[in-house]
């Protein structure tokens, strides 16, 4: 089944370390991004990729950064520089203007 | 499940009563809008879309309305069940959909059966 996968659904990152959250989509889809979600909150862009080898920071871009060296992975590292992480990132894509199709979601917490 | 919304506005509905959610989104530009529904610890889920040269669409046991004057979305969801409690999220797009959307704080719907 075509689809959009997220990985871990759950990740524990230390104080100072550096994160890398997993985003693979196998719809031939053009269009990736990354979306931070807080409890209260609607969701918010960290970036966005429209094209292999091409991306664009989004609002909250700041303590995070991506690839897209693939079609199919928009990998998103949360650096040490992201001062509160802890929240629910969740992955999209789209195969042009419309329809942006969801992963699962993984849930950050710093311990 | 994870909670995706703690302070969120709350809509509670009888089960089989008709529910209507509503968004005021901000950009006057604004050409394409979605609706999401969210359930607990999951990604959103499409529901409708509508384009800015329609007022009204309407799917199954779904109707969207866009009032461009006053800049103000709705979603009605008729016969509502107890499936139906989720956040719901309205999001907006320039271009068509060419640039990123840009998503609303959402509405929780809660059935009470």
């Known amino acids: 089944d075509g689809g959009i996968t997220q990985s871990p659904k759950y990740l524990f990152r230390k104080e100072g370390q550096n994160v890398t959250l997993s985003c693979e989509q196998n719809l031939n889809h053009d269009a990736m991004y990354w979306y931070r979600q807080d409890p209260g909150q609607g969701l918010r862009l960290i970036y966005y990729s429209q094209i292999v080898n091409d991306f664009q920071k989004g609002d909250i871009a700041e303590g995070y950064s991506v690839s897209r060296e693939k079609k199919e992975s928009f990998p998103l590292t949360v650096t040490s520089a992201q001062k509160n992480p802890t929240a629910f990132y969740l992955c999209?894509?789209?195969?042009?203007?419309?329809?942006?199709?969801f992963g699962s979601g993984t849930r950050l917490t710093v311990v | 499940g994870e909670s995706v919304g703690l302070h969120l506005p709350t809509l509670s509905v009888q089960e089989g009563d008709n529910s209507i959610i509503n968004c005021a989104y901000s950009?006057?530009?604004?050409?394409?809008f979605i609706w999401y529904k969210q359930e607990s610890g999951k990604g959103p889920q499409f529901i409708i879309d509508i384009r800015s040269n329609m007022d009204k669409r309407q799917g199954q046991r779904v109707t969207v309305l866009l009032n461009k004057t006053v800049k103000h979305l709705s979603l009605q969801i008729a016969a509502t069940q107890p499936g139906d409690s989720a956040v719901y999220f309205c999001a907006e797009t320039v271009n068509s959909g060419n640039t990123p959307l840009v998503f609303g704080k959402g509405t929780r719907l809660s059935v009470i059966a």
């Open positions: 999209a894509s789209s195969p042009n203007r419309y329809g942006y199709t």
């Open positions: 950009n006057s530009a604004s050409d394409y």
